[in-house]
């Protein structure tokens, strides 16, 4: 046994039995090859162990760790010696509660923060809920690249949100000023406001995308394989985040937030500012 456990090629050609009775060689159901693996063996009071990690691909966690523990009941293993089948649901779950917590938490402190920032719960409300709409790009880009639930995904996501939001603050505060400064409320106002804003918020775009566009190529390599999913997120959320500032919440703004303004007396109607 140990002139065969020392042999390369009698290991690739070590029967094993399978589900149908019969017998087939190991190197004909998985990849036999040398690697360098450092094994760490740990202590757990007086006990060592060794463990012995699967990634699971195709199936549910749960479903997979309890098949693993059926099929081990049946082993018989040395004195003093046992396996334990653990699995990572219960801290996942764990995780899933408290990253719903924090995102709820966020989201109540974003929507204060946006009423203080204009001074006003409609305009505060209207950006708050156009905001999924920045997020389509980078989601329809995770969805397709199948990482919507990893750290790169959640991270790209929030990077766009946070572009989003300065975009739509900066905005809605312009159109703000305007009034201000004695524009009357109306289309003139909106479209005035939006050319203003266009060029920035154009150049800012176009500036980290052209900043990010190496990274999808960096990506590959190895230690920085998080940057691909993350960039590539980033970059599908940057499109949908400057239609959001440029297109959608002018058009909501327009809708929903300019009120009509009566004119003075002895003005025509054509010369309102009102829609």
Same mark, same amino acid.
């Given at each position: 046994?140990?002139?065969?456990r020392?042999? $390369?090629?009698?290991?690739?050609?070590?029967?094993?039995?399978?589900p149908?009775?019969?017998?087939v060689?190991l190197?004909?159901i998985?990849?036999?090859?040398?690697?360098p693996n450092?094994?760490d063996?740990?202590?757990?009071a007086?006990?060592?162990?060794?463990?012995v990690s699967?990634?699971?691909?195709?199936?549910?966690?749960n479903?997979?760790?309890?098949?693993?523990?059926?099929?081990?009941?049946?082993v018989?293993?040395p004195?003093?010696?046992?396996?334990e089948?653990?699995?990572?649901?219960?801290?996942q779950?764990?995780?899933r509660?408290?990253?719903?917590a924090?995102?709820?938490? $966020?989201?109540?402190?974003?929507?204060?923060?946006?009423?203080?920032? $204009?001074?006003?719960?409609?305009?505060?409300?209207?950006?708050?809920?156009?905001?999924?709409v920045?997020?389509?790009?980078?989601?329809?880009? &995770?969805?397709?690249?199948?990482?919507?639930?990893s750290?790169a995904?959640?991270?790209?996501?929030?990077?766009?949100?946070?572009?989003a939001?300065?975009?739509?603050?900066l905005?809605?505060?312009?159109?703000?000023?305007?009034?201000?400064?004695?524009e009357?409320?109306?289309?003139?106002?909106v479209l005035?406001?939006t050319l203003d804003?266009?060029?920035?918020?154009?150049?800012s775009a176009?500036a980290t995308?052209?900043?990010? &566009?190496?990274?999808?190529?960096?990506?590959?390599?190895?230690?920085?394989?998080?940057l691909?999913?993350l960039?590539?997120i980033?970059?599908?959320?940057?499109?949908t985040?400057?239609?959001?500032t440029?297109?959608?919440?002018?058009v909501?703004?327009?809708l929903?937030?300019?009120?009509?303004?009566?004119?003075p007396a002895?003005v025509p109607?054509r010369a309102?500012? &009102?829609?």
């Amino acid at each position: 046994m140990f002139q065969k456990r020392r042999s $390369f090629d009698d290991i690739r050609n070590m029967l094993i039995d399978s589900p149908t009775g019969g017998q087939v060689r190991l190197g004909d159901i998985a990849a036999v090859r040398i690697r360098p693996n450092p094994t760490d063996i740990k202590h757990d009071a007086v006990a060592r162990y060794v463990d012995v990690s699967a990634d699971v691909h195709g199936r549910d966690v749960n479903a997979v760790t309890s098949e693993v523990k059926d099929k081990v009941r049946a082993v018989t293993f040395p004195a003093e010696h046992h396996l334990e089948v653990l699995s990572d649901s219960a801290q996942q779950q764990s995780t899933r509660q408290r990253v719903l917590a924090y995102g709820l938490a $966020f989201v109540v402190l974003l929507f204060f923060l946006l009423q203080a920032s $204009f001074g006003s719960w409609r305009l505060a409300t209207l950006l708050f809920l156009a905001l999924p709409v920045a997020l389509t790009g980078g989601v329809l880009v &995770a969805v397709l690249r199948r990482d919507v639930l990893s750290l790169a995904a959640l991270l790209g996501l929030l990077a766009v949100l946070a572009v989003a939001v300065r975009s739509g603050v900066l905005l809605f505060r312009h159109f703000q000023q305007l009034e201000r400064e004695g524009e009357l409320p109306g289309r003139g106002l909106v479209l005035r406001g939006t050319l203003d804003r266009s060029g920035p918020v154009l150049v800012s775009a176009l500036a980290t995308a052209a900043a990010l &566009a190496p990274l999808l190529v960096l990506g590959v390599t190895a230690g920085l394989e998080v940057l691909q999913p993350l960039v590539a997120i980033i970059l599908g959320g940057l499109v949908t985040s400057t239609l959001l500032t440029l297109v959608v919440l002018p058009v909501l703004y327009l809708l929903f937030a300019v009120r009509p303004q009566p004119a003075p007396a002895g003005v025509p109607d054509r010369a309102r500012g &009102a829609l």
